[in-house]
């Protein structure tokens, strides 16, 4: 019998972008990262809260990731929030750059983790901000679906 895979294991989550941007779109994308990135990672020691990608030539990169230096790591560690370079096929990558250089959208890192195979992925959403009534206009349905969430509860 197949032994089952195990499951995605989340490093990093925005949380504030789903409330901060209109999510379009999401891509997954794997991160070029030194090895004592990745040894700080398995810890659990990163934040992309206030992260973004960013194209630069014909590539994309993360921007303002903090992935915070190994312990053992002495002088072999590494920058804390270096740009990161982003692996994307050619014809995603082009196609990101597009949309963010004429429809004016912005690339969003919503979630980093291991896939199955072990290795270091970014899923990256196509998002567009959202205007403060929209953002208020979300924060009455999230209330109001709680309260009735509540009351059904109490009632039956």
Not at 42 to 63: F, H, T, W
Not at 109 to 118: C, T, V
């Amino acid at each position: 019998m197949a032994k089952p895979s195990p499951p995605r294991r989340i490093i990093a989550e925005n949380r504030k972008a789903r409330f901060n941007y209109e999510i379009l779109d999401t891509i997954e994308a794997g991160l070029v990262l030194a090895g004592t990135e990745v040894k700080s990672l398995r810890v659990g020691k990163a934040n992309i809260a206030e992260s973004y990608a960013s194209p630069q030539g014909d590539e994309l990169y993360l921007i303002n990731a903090s992935i915070q230096a190994y312990s053992q790591a002495n002088r072999f560690n590494h920058e804390e929030r270096r740009h990161r370079k982003l692996l994307l096929h050619k014809r995603e990558t082009a196609r990101l750059i597009g949309a963010v250089q004429r429809e004016g959208i912005t690339l969003v890192p919503l979630r980093l983790y291991f896939n199955e195979r072990g290795i270091a992925k970014l899923e990256l959403a196509m998002a567009r901000g959202k205007k403060m009534h929209d953002k208020r206009e979300t924060e009455k349905k999230r209330s109001w679906d709680r309260e009735k969430a509540r009351l059904l509860r109490d009632k039956g």
